[in-house]
Antibody
Framework: QLVESGGDLVQPGGSLRLSCTASGFTVRSDWMSWVRQAPGKGLEWVAY????????SYMDSVKGRFTISRDSPKESLYLQMNTLRTDDTAIYYCARLKRGPWYFDLWGRGTLVTVSS | QSVLTQPPSASGAPGQTVTISCSGS????????VNWYQQLPGTAPKVLIY???QRPSGVPDRFSASKSATSASLAISGLQSEDEADFYC???????????FGTGTKVTVL
């Protein structure tokens, strides 16, 4: 199970850190990812991290602004979001990313981030 | 950014078959496996098909999928009212070094 938290209303230019807590498995044993969905829109991959944390990747529009990280002892995944823009408004889902073949096999319920003045 | 193109909507009567297309390019569908996700209203997505045509345990065999060149398709046979949902295709994109999703298709059961 995955449970996200940290979503909130924030002004443009502000920062927010999302958390995702895993139960039933350990985050350091799997690739993990964040996927977002703007209101009434489709799914959009945001970032992923590999098992040992040595590899991360981001969608172009969040590079340099968002950082994915994890705290293994706490079984938590994070997404630090800086310099937020109105088009970052979305539900952010934490998802486990299976590899070989790849697919998102486990999703959280999501947490809502609203960027507005 | 959605790199994979799907029709915005599809519909069918109960018991009929609905097919959803997904068009991509050589850097994603053309060289990588395709996944399909179902998102029921107000819920998180759920994987329906992975590795182009494989169903996770618990997914009915009414759902089937295939791929040809840079396009993929999902077929839902024996359509049921509980199949009303949004469906998304997805594929890894070698140029983006990450997964890309389709634009999504809303399936309505008439």
């Amino acid at each position: 199970q995955l449970v996200e938290s940290g979503g909130d209303l924030v002004q443009p230019g502000g920062s927010l850190r999302l958390s995702c807590t895993a139960s039933g498995f350990t985050v350091r044993s799997d690739w993990m990812s964040w996927v977002r969905q703007a209101p009434g829109k489709g799914l959009e991959w945001v970032a992923y991290m590999n098992r040992d944390g040595s590899q991360t990747s981001y969608m172009d529009s969040v590079k340099g602004r968002f950082t994915i990280s994890r705290d293994s002892p706490k079984e938590s995944l994070y997404l630090q979001m800086n310099t937020l823009r109105t088009d970052d408004t979305a539900i952010y889902y934490c998802a486990r990313l299976k590899r070989g073949p790849w697919y998102f096999d486990l999703w959280g319920r999501g947490t809502l981030v609203t960027v507005s003045s | 950014q959605s790199v994979l193109t799907q029709p915005p909507s599809a519909s069918g009567a109960p018991g009929q078959t609905v097919t959803i297309s997904c068009s991509g390019s050589i850097s994603n569908i053309g060289t990588r496996s395709v996944n399909w996700y179902q998102q029921l209203p107000g819920t998180a997505p759920k994987v329906l098909i992975y590795n182009t045509d494989q169903r996770p345990s618990g997914v009915p065999d009414r759902f089937s999928a295939s791929k040809s060149a840079t396009s993929a398709s999902l077929a839902i046979s024996g359509l049921q009212s509980e199949d009303e949902a949004d469906f998304y295709c997805a594929a890894w994109d070698s140029l983006l070094d990450g997964p890309v999703f389709g634009t999504g298709t809303k399936v309505t059961v008439l």
